[in-house]
């Protein structure tokens, strides 16, 4: 018999470390799987994190997240979208991951209904079956311009027992961004159901028009039923830091503080120092990372998109690419094999979500003579391989 829940019991791990785990760190791979660059985190920001060491910030702090750090992520939001947040509605209690998984156990529980924006990352689909409740996927379309939303398709989706809905825009893998005259549509429609919007801006800064994508926290209202969830690791290259925030409504202090309480006991002090140093010091390292992705982009789509089988429009935003691949009938031995024969690492698209087994996954934000190779030995390999 097994000591697992039932929820637990059929968990499995997702495709990309599934593909990844066995040759993480060989130096002979091309790695395109995960979602990071090859920069380390610039060294303002490591300073940051040394000296709140050797001031000895080495104690438990605030769960909630130290007051300083929560300011600062008061004032960046602030100033970033033009609005007065009240800092006590921002909870720092580890990761991006955390909080995602955090909001889901906070608004799903079994005998409810949770929606998924998809094709999504596969940790998403995983922390939302973690709490027992039912949850269905609905699929952007692809349409020429690119990857899109239909509301509709959304409003259709919902049930009598749907509680939440999670979103992630700038989307990892599409590069979908989310228009802000359609989060006022959908924010509309779930104040008046009680729906709980769980939207994961982690990729905010990686727009490629302008400075920053639209966010629900620039048209919400304090008490309205949104959670908004982001992180200092696809802005500052510091996914290995684990420090992430959240926007949750007014009035649920206490109960976020003894969640976070109970979940990490919130972030490492010395690596919150290093938070307040990217927020307040980082601007023009966010658009020296915008850049090179820029080019990473520019890239991809000079190479890979002209591709008889590639099926590809540029994304708006995050740092991937998401092809489609004509004639794919399998995504994971499509990566596996060219991992093996050729070295270049990236994600089988079936972990995405339903519908996505003629698709892969690939991580643009590297170093443009890596990508060029990667790049030239994919569309080698599209030649190579047998898709019977
Ligand atoms: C859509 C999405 N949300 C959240 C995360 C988690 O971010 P973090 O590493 O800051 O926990 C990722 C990481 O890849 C992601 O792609």
Same mark, same amino acid.
């Given at each position: 018999?097994? *000591?697992?829940?039932?929820?637990?019991?059929?968990?499995?791990?997702?495709?990309?470390?599934?593909?990844?785990?066995?040759? *993480?760190?060989?130096?002979?791979? *091309?790695?395109?799987?995960?979602?990071?660059?090859?920069?380390?985190?610039?060294?303002?920001?490591?300073?940051?994190?040394?000296?709140?060491?050797?001031?000895?910030?080495?104690?438990?702090?605030?769960?909630?997240?130290?007051?300083?750090?929560?300011?600062?992520?008061?004032?960046?939001?602030?100033?970033?979208?033009?609005?007065?947040?009240?800092?006590?509605?921002?909870?720092?209690?580890?990761?991006?991951?955390?909080? *995602?998984?955090?909001?889901?156990?906070?608004?799903?529980?079994?005998?409810?209904?949770?929606?998924?924006?998809?094709?999504?990352?596969? +940790?998403?689909?995983?922390?939302?079956?973690?709490?027992?409740?039912?949850?269905?996927?609905?699929?952007?379309?692809?349409?020429?311009?690119?990857?899109?939303?239909?509301?509709?398709?959304?409003?259709?989706?919902?049930?009598?027992?749907?509680?939440?809905?999670?979103?992630?825009?700038?989307?990892?893998?599409?590069?979908?961004?989310?228009?802000?005259?359609?989060?006022?549509?959908?924010?509309?429609?779930?104040?008046?159901?009680?729906?709980?919007?769980?939207?994961?801006?982690?990729?905010?800064? +990686?727009?490629?028009?302008?400075?920053?994508?639209?966010?629900?926290?620039?048209?919400? $209202?304090?008490?309205?039923?949104?959670?908004?969830? +982001?992180?200092?690791?696809?802005?500052?290259?510091?996914?290995?830091?684990?420090?992430?925030?959240?926007?949750?409504?007014?009035?649920?202090?206490?109960?976020?503080?003894?969640?976070?309480?109970?979940? +990490?006991?919130?972030?490492?002090?010395?690596?919150?120092?290093?938070?307040?140093?990217?927020?307040?010091?980082?601007?023009?390292?966010?658009?020296?990372?915008?850049?090179?992705?820029?080019?990473?982009?520019?890239?991809?789509?000079?190479?890979?998109?002209?591709?008889?089988?590639?099926?590809?429009?540029?994304?708006?935003?995050?740092?991937?690419?998401?092809?489609?691949?004509?004639?794919?009938?399998?995504?994971?031995?499509?990566?596996?094999?060219?991992?093996?024969?050729?070295?270049?690492?990236?994600?089988?698209?079936?972990?995405?979500?339903?519908?996505?087994?003629?698709?892969?996954?690939?991580?643009?934000?590297?170093?443009? $003579?890596?990508?060029?190779?990667?790049?030239?030995?994919?569309?080698?390999?599209?030649?190579?391989?047998?898709?019977?």
């Amino acid at each position: 018999m097994s *000591i697992l829940r039932r929820e637990f019991e059929s968990l499995r791990q997702n495709g990309i470390t599934k593909v990844g785990l066995p040759r *993480i760190g060989d130096p002979s791979v *091309i790695p395109l799987w995960f979602g990071e660059g090859d920069l380390p985190t610039p060294d303002f920001i490591r300073d940051a994190a040394k000296s709140a060491l050797d001031d000895g910030l080495t104690f438990y702090n605030h769960p909630a997240g130290r007051p300083d750090l929560r300011a600062a992520i008061k004032d960046y939001l602030d100033r970033l979208y033009g609005i007065e947040l009240d800092a006590g509605r921002v909870v720092v209690p580890g990761s991006t991951m955390l909080g *995602i998984s955090m909001a889901a156990r906070m608004t799903l529980g079994s005998g409810d209904h949770g929606l998924i924006v998809s094709p999504n990352w596969p +940790n998403i689909d995983r922390a939302f079956q973690m709490t027992g409740a039912r949850f269905d996927f609905v699929r952007q379309r692809i349409e020429p311009q690119g990857w899109r939303l239909e509301l509709d398709d959304l409003f259709a989706a919902v049930r009598p027992e749907t509680k939440a809905l999670f979103l992630n825009s700038p989307c990892n893998p599409t590069g979908w961004v989310m228009p802000g005259d359609e989060q006022r549509r959908l924010l509309d429609f779930c104040r008046g159901r009680g729906i709980v919007i769980i939207a994961d801006e982690v990729y905010h800064r +990686n727009v490629f028009d302008g400075d920053v994508a639209p966010s629900f926290l620039s048209i919400a $209202e304090p008490d309205d039923p949104l959670i908004v969830v +982001n992180g200092f690791s696809k802005a500052f290259a510091m996914t290995g830091w684990r420090l992430g925030w959240m926007v949750i409504p007014a009035g649920y202090g206490e109960q976020m503080t003894a969640l976070s309480e109970c979940s +990490n006991t919130g972030a490492p002090p010395f690596i919150q120092m290093a938070g307040i140093t990217a927020l307040t010091q980082g601007e023009s390292f966010v658009r020296e990372l915008r850049e090179r992705y820029r080019a990473g982009r520019g890239l991809v789509m000079q190479m890979l998109a002209p591709h008889p089988r590639i099926e590809l429009s540029e994304p708006a935003g995050a740092f991937y690419a998401f092809p489609r691949v004509r004639g794919l009938r399998s995504s994971l031995d499509f990566v596996q094999s060219l991992l093996a024969e050729k070295n270049v690492g990236l994600a089988p698209g079936f972990t995405f979500g339903p519908g996505n087994e003629d698709h892969f996954r690939l991580c643009f934000a590297q170093s443009h $003579e890596r990508l060029e190779t990667a790049l030239s030995r994919i569309r080698d390999y599209l030649e190579d391989y047998d898709f019977g």
